[in-house]
Nanobody, 127 residues
Framework: QVQLVESGGGSVQPGGSLRLSCGGSGITLDHQIIGWFRQAPGKEREGVSCINRGDGWTADADSVKGRFTISRDRTKNTVYLQMTSLNPEDTAVYYC????????????????????WGQGTQVTVSS
C-alpha cells in the first residue's frame, strides 16, 4: 500500500524558511515523479515544484522560482521542499504526490497527473 506522509510545516514570519519532507512507504520515491502542491483557502490546488524520475530534472512554478528547491534523499526514501524568502502568499496546505508514469514528464506540475497524495501539512506565513 502506497503512503506518503508530509512533515515540516508550521508558522513562520515573512522572509523566513521552512523545509518540508515527504516520506514514502510501499513505494520507492527515487523511481517516480514526485510533486509538491499547495492549496490556499478558496483557491484551486496548484503545482509548486516537481522532480522527475531518472535524471531528476526539476520544474518550479514561476511564483516560487529562486526561492523553493525540491530535492530527494535516496537513502531515506524522502523528497524535500526547501522554502526560503517566504511571504504571506505562500500560506497554504502543502501536499506531496506521486505520478506513476513510466516515463519522465517535462511538464509535471499538473495535479491531475498524480496518482497518490499525502494528507498535507499547513504552512502559515504571517507577522
Amino acid at each position: 500500500q502506497v503512503q506518503l506522509v508530509e512533515s515540516g510545516g508550521g508558522s513562520v514570519q515573512p522572509g523566513g524558511s521552512l523545509r518540508l519532507s515527504c516520506g514514502g512507504s510501499g513505494i520507492t520515491l527515487d523511481h517516480q515523479i514526485i510533486g509538491w502542491f499547495r492549496q490556499a483557502p478558496g483557491k484551486e490546488r496548484e503545482g509548486v515544484s516537481c522532480i522527475n524520475r531518472g535524471d531528476g530534472w526539476t520544474a518550479d512554478a514561476d511564483s516560487v522560482k529562486g526561492r523553493f528547491t525540491i530535492s530527494r534523499d535516496r537513502t531515506k526514501n524522502t523528497v524535500y521542499l526547501q522554502m526560503t524568502s517566504l511571504n504571506p502568499e505562500d500560506t497554504a496546505v502543502y501536499y506531496c504526490a506521486v505520478d506513476l508514469s513510466p516515463f519522465p514528464r517535462r511538464s509535471c506540475l499538473l495535479p491531475r497527473q498524480y496518482d497518490y497524495w499525502g494528507q498535507g501539512t499547513q504552512v502559515t506565513v504571517s507577522s
